[in-house]
Structures are given as C-alpha cells and as structure tokens.
C-alpha cells in the first residue's frame, strides 16, 4: 500500500510563476521528509528535507511546508525556471530508519 | 569525483537468464542501496547494505540476492531472470544508513527482461 501519495502526476507552469508540488502520506510514524528531482536518463538527486520538528525549511527558491496534522507537504519553487522542468520526488521516513518511501513522482514543465 | 557509477547502463535478457548489476562509490558511503523504478512507481527499496559486511532486505527482495564485496562496491544478482523484474536498477549511498544522510543514485541500468 503507498504510504506517500503524489497524487498529481504532471504539472505545467510558466516561467517566472511560483511551482506547487503536493505529497501526503498515511504514515503517523514518519517523521523526516525528502524531495528529490530527476532528469531523463539519470539518477535522482537530493533537492529539500525537513523534519517534522519544523514546519517550513527553505533553500534558495525551494521551500518546502509541512502539515503534520494533515499529513500533507508541498515544495514550492520561486520563481519556476526551465531547467527546474524534471520529475520531482516526495520521500518520507522515520529518522531512525534506514528506508526511504518514496511517491510516484511529478513531472514538472516549466515553460518559457 | 565519479560519484556512484553502475555498469551496465542497459541490458536485455531471456527469461531464466542470469546476470549481475554492479555498483561502486568513491564517496567513502558506508552504507549503499538497491532500488527498482517501475513506470509510474516511486523507487522501491530491494535491498541495502548499512555497513560493509552487513546486508538486509528492503521492501521487494524476492528474485534478488546482493553482495557487498567490499566498502566501496555492492552487487545485485538475478539468478533466473522474469519478465516481472523488467524495470530501471538504480543504485545509491549514503555517508551511512538514517534518513537524515543524503542518498546519492547511480544514473540506473535499464533492464528487460523478455
């Protein structure tokens, strides 16, 4: 059962506009959150985390928020630039873990 | 810095085959990592190495043995090869095992098995 649902598979977005990437997960024990952004033909590579003592982190134009009580995160990237165009995963797990649970992913278009 | 590298970057195979998917890191990771990527699936975990010497199932073990040869290197076997396992392997490490370290991935070996 996917314990970290992506429940939007693609999104388009201008360049220059905010982009809004959602996740939510079921899991009440975990307890560290990850997003990763792949390109076609590579690996993922490590863009965000947060853990859940925080409720916002922020790293240059990506922040991420999360909402505990509704088991909901988001990654907003300010402003959106072509090159962010990838697929971008959500990944959650408990600190002390070793497994990531990753979503499906969304594919991201930023448009010029 | 080569990072994490995975040979081979493609394979095709006949159902019962068997092959290996090597992996090697130059990060001086303690612990390493094998995923699977389905279409339209997140990464699911098949089995990671949290220290040399030290391996454990992850979420989709069946059909795969793996190996940590040493620090730097961990390989993951198909013995007799299904259509099922038809998928891209990607490969990571992490300085060690935890959430709160990084994972870095391998570009992934895209297999079919036919």
């Not at chain 1, 928020?65 to 907003?76: E, P, T, V, W």
């Not at chain 2, 080569?2 to 159902?15: E, H, I, M, N, S």
């Not at chain 2, 279409?39 to 069946?62: C, F, H, Q, W």
Request: aromatic residues 12%.
């Amino acid at each position: 059962d996917q314990q970290v649902k992506q429940n939007s598979p693609s999104l388009s977005v201008q360049e220059g506009r905010i982009s809004i990437l959602n996740c939510d997960y079921t899991n009440s024990m975990f307890d560290y959150f990850l997003w990763y952004k792949k390109y076609p033909a590579e690996g993922p590579t490590f863009l965000i985390s947060i853990s859940s003592i925080k409720d916002k982190n922020e790293d240059g134009r990506f922040t991420v928020f999360l909402n505990k009580s509704a088991k909901h995160l988001s990654l907003h990237i300010v402003p959106s630039q072509p090159g962010d165009s990838a697929v971008y995963f959500c990944a959650a797990s408990r600190n002390s873990g070793y497994a990531l649970n990753f979503g499906k992913g969304t594919s991201l278009l930023v448009t010029p | 810095n080569a990072g994490v590298t995975q040979t081979p970057k493609f394979q095709v195979l006949k159902t019962g085959q068997s092959m290996t998917l090597q992996c090697a890191q130059d990060m001086n990771h303690n612990s390493m990592y094998w995923y699977r990527q389905d279409p339209g699936m997140g990464l699911r975990l098949i089995y990671y190495s949290a220290s040399e010497g030290t391996t454990d199932k992850g979420e989709v073990p069946n059909g795969y043995n793996v190996s940590r040869l040493n620090k730097r290197e961990f390989s993951l076997r198909l013995e007799s090869a299904a259509p099922s396992q038809t998928s891209v392997y990607f490969c990571a490490s992490s300085r060690t095992s935890g959430a709160l370290y990084e994972q870095y991935f391998g570009p992934g070996t895209r297999l079919t098995v036919t």
